[in-house]
């Protein structure tokens, strides 16, 4: 069973609009790391972001921001102002078991 | 260049007939595992192993067979490959299993007919 929720199966959004990506884990461990990965039409995957537990500080990294909140268990994942090449399945995972969630597809439309 | 090798890329077989697909990381890494990625279930781990000679399984391992005598090499094994197990296959590694970032290589596409 897996332990990461991506409730989102697809999204779909027209050019410059922000997208959010949930993302719910489970975990009995107390100290774990979560991580975003993102594979392009192309099918390989890329790493985006890791964050571990003890770490709460919410990240802005150009037009990528994480929004971790461990009361919810939930890393959720924002792009601002997409662009096509957006246009990818994203991934969140828990280290607990290196567990994945479902992936999201995000199409981004100009 | 630190990378993690999956050979074949592409490969179409007949039921029933082994096949292996392997895989190598040029990066020390003690951890590397297999998943396989299917449509609305994302990835899926068959198979892990924490060190040389020590392997586990995963989520979906049934069909499946690993072995670990090297470091840097983590072959996927089917023995008799049925339609079910068509899938993008991606082999990983990573310095240890907890903490670090997964490499990924650049995945397997597997068709059985």
């Known amino acids: 069973a897996q332990k990461v929720t991506q409730a989102q199966t697809e999204i779909s959004v027209v050019e410059k609009e922000d997208v959010t990506l949930d993302c719910v884990y489970e975990?009995?461990?107390?100290?774990?790391?979560l991580f975003w990965y993102k594979q392009p039409p192309s099918g390989e995957l890329v790493f985006l972001i890791r964050?571990?537990?003890?770490?709460?500080q919410n990240e802005i990294s150009g037009r990528y921001s994480w929004n971790f909140q461990k009361s919810t268990s939930s890393f959720n994942f924002t792009i601002t102002a997409s662009q096509v090449v957006d246009s990818a399945v994203y991934f969140c995972a828990c280290d607990y078991k290196l567990s994945f969630g479902a992936g999201t597809t995000v199409t981004v439309r100009a | 260049e630190a990378q993690v090798t999956q050979n074949p890329r592409y490969l179409i077989t007949v039921t029933g007939k082994k096949l292996t697909v392997t895989c190598s990381q040029n990066m020390n890494h003690e951890y590397m595992s297999w998943y396989r990625q299917d449509p609305g279930l994302g990835l899926r781990q068959i198979y892990y192993?924490?060190?040389?000679?020590?392997?586990d399984k995963g989520d979906v391992p049934e069909g499946y067979k690993v072995s670990r005598k090297e470091k840097r090499n983590f072959p996927l094994i089917l023995e008799s490959p049925s339609p079910n197990q068509t899938s993008l296959y991606f082999c990983?590694?990573?310095?240890?299993?907890?903490?670090?970032?997964?490499?990924f290589g650049e995945g397997s596409w597997l068709t059985v007919v």
């Open positions: 192993s924490m060190n040389v000679e020590v392997t």
């Open positions: 975990t009995r461990d107390t100290t774990y790391y």
């Open positions: 990983a590694s990573s310095p240890t299993a907890r903490g670090h970032t997964i490499y």
């Open positions: 964050r571990n537990s003890f770490d709460e």
